[in-house]
């Protein structure tokens, strides 16, 4: 996947419900500045992978598909590209 970008590709994956239940936890999901730095990007990535973000409760749609998965990991491949 070529070109992936913060504005148009990464954050529209992330829910109103997933923004404010991250920030409550100090993780600014909607923040390009906190996401591309390389421990912040790598640190949701890893929770994406494990499947326990987002969650289910609160509202939460659950993990994130593949694609999904596999869209973000290419984002931060490509050098976190606003």
């Known amino acids: ?9 990464i954050l529209p994956l992330f829910t109103e419900t997933d923004i404010d239940h991250m920030n409550d936890q100090g ?3 909607s923040d390009y500045d906190y996401m591309k ?4 990007a790598a640190g ?5 992978e494990e499947g326990s ?11 994130w ?3 999904k998965v596999a869209l973000f990991r290419s ?3 490509g050098g976190y590209k606003p």
């Open 27 to 29: 993780v600014m999901l």
């Open 37 to 40: 730095a390389p421990d912040n």
């Open 75 to 77: 984002w931060v491949e």
């Open 1 to 9: 996947m070529a070109d992936v970008s913060f504005a148009k590709d």
């Open 53 to 63: 973000m987002p969650p289910t409760w609160g509202g939460g749609d659950g993990a």
């Open 65 to 67: 598909s593949e694609d």
């Open 44 to 48: 949701v990535l890893r929770t994406l």
